[in-house]
């Protein structure tokens, strides 16, 4: 049987109980797998930005709210915090820069190893970082993730 799938966009997140593939392409944005090995069952968030700032709608834009709002749906659908395992990708210098408040990737992958690390939530996967993306698929049932890594697009000068 085919498992059904489902493309992530930035600023969401996504949980079923169903088995799924969920696809979902990487920058300096960063992506967070919780699994639970005894429900089988798994989801995944996909960020922009570290922080929320207090402003306007708390959404899965921003790490902390992204994890918070995962981690509410894994625990409501019967999964034990304590059973929870992590992966966590993304988080590429994908824009040169020298200006250090734009290292976007950077601070995303701090957030989520912070806020892990605060919840006492083992990651047990990882590939962050480095100067290129990542498109990754996640298969909520197994908790298997697959990576393949996209090569920088160079600017042409013509253009």
């Not at 990882?126 to 993730?145: C, D, M, P």
């Amino acid at each position: 049987m085919e498992l059904k799938t489902h493309f992530l966009y930035p600023s969401t997140l996504f949980f079923s109980r169903e088995p799924y593939i969920v696809n979902t392409i990487l920058g300096s944005c960063v992506s967070l797998c919780l699994y639970d090995p005894i429900n089988r069952s798994g989801g995944i968030n996909h960020y922009m930005l570290p922080f929320w700032n207090g402003e306007g709608l708390a959404s899965p834009k921003y790490g902390n709210i992204a994890i918070e709002k995962l981690l509410e749906k894994m625990l409501q659908s019967g999964s034990k915090k304590n059973n929870l395992i992590a992966k966590v990708f993304g988080g590429g210098e994908v824009i040169d820069t020298q200006i250090s408040q734009f290292h976007i990737g950077e601070r995303n992958i701090e957030v989520a190893q912070r806020v892990l690390k605060d919840l006492n939530i083992r990651i047990s996967g990882q590939s962050l970082g480095g100067k290129n993306g990542r498109k990754i698929q996640f298969n909520t049932e197994t908790g298997a993730v697959l990576q393949k890594m996209i090569a920088r697009q160079g600017l042409d000068p013509k253009k």
